[in-house]
């Protein structure tokens, strides 16, 4: 079975401040991880993804994530936080049974970042 | 450059009516979803449609039916909408590449209110 964690529900942080919004994955297989953001009254956008490659996922907008295995963890980061990053954010993981649902998407119930000037 | 489209972008309803929300896309994919998006729930899956002539109860199935019209276009219709089923719908398409790492592609959303 899949599932995520986010285990935040809110962050708060100034403008030019890291960021890190975490995310705990459960999974049965090998599993492709994703993060997506939502701005106010919009639809989704992908900000990265993981597919078992390097590590080391980097994305959009300067934000990069982490696939740590040992820890059943994908967390986000970006270095600096901008005005322009204040959304809605959703780690994911995607179904690999090769089924009839392979390809479906779990998603977390969502991490709400504040960017204060 | 449409990727995913969905009409209506709002709707209102008295408990009881009918209606369906529409999903189309240019991408030549073949899965799409249906769906919807509730305060400090995330994004849970109603219907999907694997491929052309195929479709799938998600998580929340209830109250909803799906027609997979051909390979552009997937709708979702509520028979008999209740106050339960106000929310915001993400009509969503993948190329379904069959490694389940496919990124799937959101619409903009329809915002449905129940009274």
């Known amino acids: 079975a899949q599932s995520v964690t986010q285990l935040d529900s809110h962050v708060s942080v100034s403008e030019g401040t890291p960021v890190l919004l975490r995310c705990n994955y459960s999974?049965?297989?090998?599993?492709?991880l994703f993060w997506y953001v939502q701005h106010p009254n919009k639809g989704l956008q992908l900000l990265l993804k993981?597919?078992?490659?390097?590590?080391l996922v980097k994305g959009i907008n300067g934000f990069e994530a982490e696939f740590k295995k040992s820890e059943t963890s994908f967390h986000l980061t970006k270095p600096s936080a901008h005005m322009s990053d204040a959304a809605e954010y959703f780690c994911?993981?995607?179904?690999?049974?090769?089924?009839?649902?392979?390809?479906?998407?779990?998603f977390g119930r969502g991490t709400q970042l504040t960017v204060w000037p | 450059n449409a990727g995913v489209t969905q009409t209506p972008k709002f709707q209102v309803l008295k408990t009881g009516q009918s209606m369906t929300l529409q999903c189309a896309q240019d991408m030549n994919h073949n899965s799409m979803y249906w769906y919807r998006q509730d305060p400090g729930m995330g994004l849970r899956l109603i219907y999907y449609s694997a491929s052309e002539g195929t479709t799938d109860k998600g998580e929340v199935p209830n109250g909803y039916n799906v027609s997979r019209l051909n390979k552009r276009e997937f709708s979702l219709r509520l028979e008999s909408a209740a106050p339960s089923q106000t929310s915001v719908y993400f009509c969503?398409?993948?190329?379904?590449?069959?490694?389940?790492?496919?990124?799937?592609?959101f619409g903009p959303g329809t915002r449905l209110l129940v009274l």
């Open positions: 969503a398409s993948s190329p379904r590449t069959g490694t389940g790492s496919e990124t799937q592609y």
């Open positions: 994911v993981v995607s179904d690999r049974n090769r089924g009839s649902t392979l390809g479906r998407l779990y």
């Open positions: 993981y597919t078992s490659a390097a590590t």
């Open positions: 999974s049965s297989y090998s599993p492709s």
